[in-house]
């Protein structure tokens, strides 16, 4: 198991780092100026010149792609000034060169917006708990629903009621979340508001008539639902597979003859081993649920981490796109190797080196 998690650590670091190689290597040869997007395009020529040289933009790509992985790496060695001081959170190690160099254990720095002076990481850290929670509830109503519908069409397998389930699961998994988002805003947050209470756009915090933030959970309802419909539907069709299989198997029918209860041989023996291929399914939905938030965000005006990402596209804001493609990325390998871990614990039949 350790060499598992090991080997997918290994696996998971060469996909950030050829991410990062490659998204900063686009952003970096695009026609922009980030140093006139920082003072906007009345700032003098001497201003954004000596921003170009702040910022490394006047140097070769390779030397900017090597000063931002430094910047990204938990052990660099840095120059021993006040702006270092200031820019990092680092904990010296040893000094080198007459303590004019340093080797440092730092948090990886994520640069600042070109656009608010904040730091990225300082950005992101205010909106990823609202996209978290949003993919997090439109995954949990995605499993539950999904492997309910999908035991519910299994043992009612060609029946009327199967037909039926599989029919919107085909029509839910075709269409685009964003889609789904627009129709549930017009139909529950429109036309039906008087019923629902529900609102076509809102945050997960808003402010109240005196002035104060507060809390709205209705707000996450129509978002987390138009995020989850194609994982239900994915879920569904998988359980009915996997449960058609597995109750065809051998240990299946022995249990059913020792006189155990139908429930009993469902949820213990049955469901139980078919849930491996839901279980990557999930875990794999999980991560892609994080990007598919941004449209949806976009539709009902959540601010979260698909709001940030495109207000900075639109905007330009280079550092801020990185870490949001960054803080994506390591979501994805992040989730891929609880995946393998849980995939191993469910079936014993799986080894896990």
């Given amino acids: 198991m350790i060499a598992l998690i090991f080997r997918r650590l290994a696996y998971g670091l060469l996909v950030m780092l050829l991410v990062v190689v490659t998204i900063a290597g686009i952003i970096f040869?695009?026609?922009?100026?980030?140093?006139?997007?920082?003072?906007?395009?009345?700032?003098?020529?001497?201003?954004?010149?000596?921003?170009?040289?702040?910022?490394?933009?006047?140097?070769?790509?390779?030397?900017?792609?090597?000063?931002?992985l430094s910047d990204l790496s938990p052990v660099s060695i840095l120059e021993n000034t006040p702006?270092?001081?200031?820019?990092?959170?680092?904990?010296?190690?040893?000094?080198?060169?007459?303590?004019?160099?340093?080797?440092?254990?730092?948090?990886?720095?994520?640069?600042?917006?070109?656009?608010?002076?904040?730091?990225?990481?300082?950005?992101?850290?205010?909106?990823?708990?609202?996209t978290a929670l949003l993919a997090f509830s439109a995954l949990l109503f995605a499993a539950l629903s999904g492997l309910l519908l999908g035991v519910y069409s299994a043992l009612r397998a060609h029946s009327w009621v199967d037909n039926l389930i599989s029919v919107l699961a085909v029509l839910g998994y075709s269409l685009p979340s964003y889609v789904a988002a627009m129709l549930l805003a017009l139909v529950f947050g429109y036309w039906l508001e008087g019923w629902t209470g529900l609102e076509v756009q809102g945050s997960l915090y808003a402010l109240n008539d005196f002035g104060e933030w507060e809390l709205r959970w209705k707000n996450l309802i129509l978002p987390a639902i138009a995020l989850g419909l194609r994982p239900v539907a994915l879920i569904a069709q998988l359980t009915r597979s996997a449960m058609l299989d597995v109750l065809s198997q051998d240990y299946v029918r022995t249990?059913?003859?020792?006189?155990?209860?139908?429930?009993?041989?469902?949820?213990?023996?049955?469901?139980?081993?078919?849930?491996?291929?839901?279980?990557?399914?999930?875990?794999?939905?999980?991560?892609?649920?994080?990007?598919?938030?941004?449209?949806?965000?976009?539709?009902?005006?959540?601010?979260?981490?698909g709001d940030v990402t495109v207000t900075a596209l639109l905007n330009f804001d280079l550092p801020v796109v990185l870490g949001c493609v960054l803080f994506t990325s390591a979501v994805f390998v992040v989730i891929n190797l609880l995946a393998d871990l849980l995939y191993a614990w469910l079936d014993p039949r799986v080894s896990a080196g």
């Fill in 255 to 305: 249990a059913r003859a020792k006189g155990l209860p139908g429930r009993t041989v469902i949820v213990r023996h049955a469901l139980r081993n078919a849930l491996n291929p839901v279980t990557s399914a999930i875990s794999g939905w999980f991560a892609a649920l994080l990007t598919g938030a941004f449209f949806v965000e976009n539709v009902f005006n959540f601010k979260g981490l």
């Fill in 83 to 130: 702006e270092n001081r200031r820019k990092y959170s680092f904990l010296p190690l040893f000094s080198m060169t007459e303590g004019q160099q340093i080797i440092v254990l730092k948090w990886p720095y994520l640069r600042e917006s070109f656009q608010s002076g904040r730091k990225v990481a300082e950005i992101l850290a205010d909106a990823i708990p609202a």
């Fill in 29 to 68: 040869l695009s026609p922009v100026d980030p140093a006139r997007l920082t003072f906007g395009q009345r700032s003098d020529i001497s201003t954004v010149k000596a921003k170009t040289t702040e910022l490394g933009l006047d140097q070769p790509l390779y030397v900017q792609l090597g000063r931002y």
